[in-house]
């Protein structure tokens, strides 16, 4: 195989503007900038839990919100890099939630991965079609949980 390294593969241009950091895995990661806040919206203490955890660990400020409401207010007010976002709550649930911060201009432009248990092609249809950024199943694990926020939030350059 000569020169080839699975290392390479996951290297980022060391020019870049953004500063990266050797995760504990071995994987490169991006240093988020001091203020990078990540709202998680879901009605389950422990998902909140694992992902603040998560967020916390890789430099991140973490908001939580348990239903679509909250979701809203905080994301108004604290304007996240980006928005992880449960599709059964109680309330507002995760797809009119989204609809509505798709409306408002404070909102608008922040991506929303939505989250679920479920992994049907209709559920990936609708948040299509809502306008959602990315889906991401349950279980997650952290390596995924950082793809899918550096690909959305780093590559788009939004922080």
Same mark, same amino acid.
């Given at each position: 195989? =000569?020169?080839?390294s699975?290392?390479?593969?996951?290297?980022r241009?060391?020019?870049?503007?953004?500063?990266i $950091?050797?995760d504990?895995?071995?994987?490169?990661?991006?240093v988020?900038?001091?203020?990078?806040?990540?709202?998680v919206v879901?009605?389950?203490?422990?998902?909140?839990?694992?992902?603040?955890?998560m967020?916390s660990?890789? =430099?991140?400020q973490v908001? %939580?919100a348990?239903?679509g %409401?909250? @979701?809203? @207010?905080?994301?108004?007010n604290?304007?996240?890099?980006?928005? $992880?976002?449960d599709i059964?709550m109680?309330?507002?649930? =995760?797809?009119?939630?989204?609809?509505?911060?798709?409306?408002?201009?404070?909102?608008r %432009?922040?991506?929303?991965? $939505?989250?679920?248990?479920?992994?049907? @092609?209709?559920?990936?249809?609708?948040?299509?079609r809502? =306008? @959602?950024?990315?889906?991401?199943?349950?279980?997650f694990?952290?390596?995924?949980?950082f793809?899918?926020?550096e690909?959305?939030v780093?590559?788009?350059? $939004?922080?």
């Open positions: 195989m =000569g020169n080839f699975i290392k390479k593969l996951f290297r241009d060391r020019a870049r503007a953004v500063h $950091i050797r504990r895995r071995r994987n490169f990661r991006t988020p900038k001091k203020d990078a806040t990540v709202l879901d009605d389950s203490k422990t998902i909140r839990f694992a992902l603040k955890k967020l660990q890789g =430099g991140y908001l %939580e348990d239903n %409401e909250d @979701a809203i @207010a905080l994301a108004r604290h304007g996240p890099v980006l928005i $992880i976002m059964v109680p309330g507002l649930n =995760g797809f009119q939630a989204t609809r509505r911060m798709r409306k408002m201009d404070e909102t %432009e922040i991506p929303i991965v $939505i989250m679920s248990g479920n992994k049907e @092609a209709t559920e990936s249809f609708w948040i299509q809502i =306008g @959602a950024n990315d889906f991401m199943g349950k279980p694990n952290r390596r995924d949980l793809q899918r926020l690909w959305i780093y590559e788009n350059e $939004i922080i």
